[in-house]
């Protein structure tokens, strides 16, 4: 088990840029979250996928950001057209969900800085 | 709605000695679990500890525990013989009503250890 793990570990683009974060969860986990936490904040959700589906998105989550996992297996989330505002680390989490309560186990985020 | 305080911005404790970090919850959701992540300068969310509302008795993981006071709405951390490496920012979380991996997280306490 080598844990949530994500990739990069820090973008910096400029401004009107297309990026994108890839997440590799745990692998028996069927749950995976993606979260923002912006400079002295707590994270705050995005989305989450059960398997492949995507369940919710939050109202945070502009039309320019878009999330995937295909096969239920590693995500992407894909930012296009940058602003200076999405600078943020970007959060992925995963867990295994039975219908109990629910652990996440976040990796080392994406820390994105938009110029 | 719910919502997390942690009313503490930052704390500085002696190496060796026990500190506590505070967290204040609101929920209207009857059964519901607490969280504290551990985040330090690496970035990643290091889950540290769970209290179930419906437990019997305070969880402890280590040299953390939770001082789980139900009628108060508080699920304070106790951290005991501080460590250099317990040096972080510390996040308590809960879960949005019925909505396990959908946490909500508090400001969180940035925890210094002194040598």
């Known amino acids: 088990d080598t844990g949530v793990s994500q990739d990069p570990r820090h973008k910096i683009t400029k401004r009107g840029q297309n990026v994108t974060f890839r997440c590799d969860p745990i692998?028996?986990?069927?749950?995976l979250y993606w979260y923002r936490q912006t400079l002295g904040q707590g994270p705050e959700f995005l989305t989450y996928?059960?398997?492949?589906?995507?369940?919710?998105k939050s109202r945070l989550l502009s039309d320019r950001f878009s999330a995937e996992r295909p096969k239920g297996s590693f995500s992407t989330l894909e930012i296009q057209r940058t602003e200076q505002g999405d600078s943020a680390m970007y959060l992925c989490?995963?867990?295994?969900?039975?219908?109990?309560?629910?652990?996440?186990?976040f990796g080392s985020g994406t820390q994105l800085s938009v110029l | 709605a719910q919502k997390i305080t942690q009313t503490q911005p930052g704390m500085f404790v002696q190496e060796k000695e026990a500190v506590t970090l505070d967290c204040t919850y609101d929920t209207s959701d009857p059964s519901y679990g607490l969280f504290w992540y551990k985040q330090p300068s690496s970035g990643e969310m290091i889950f540290l500890i769970y209290?179930?509302?419906?437990?019997?008795q305070n969880a402890t993981e280590g040299r953390y525990s939770l001082n789980f006071q139900k009628a108060r709405k508080s699920a304070n951390l106790v951290i005991s013989a501080s460590q250099l490496g317990d040096s972080a920012m510390y996040f308590c979380?809960?879960?949005?009503?019925?909505?396990?991996?959908?946490?909500?997280f508090g400001q969180g306490t940035e925890l210094s250890v002194k040598p």
């Open positions: 979380a809960i879960p949005r009503y019925n909505q396990g991996g959908k946490l909500i």
């Open positions: 996928f059960q398997n492949e589906a995507q369940l919710e």
């Open positions: 989490a995963s867990s295994y969900f039975s219908g109990g309560g629910e652990k996440l186990f």
């Open positions: 692998s028996e986990h069927n749950r």
């Open positions: 209290q179930g509302s419906y437990d019997q």
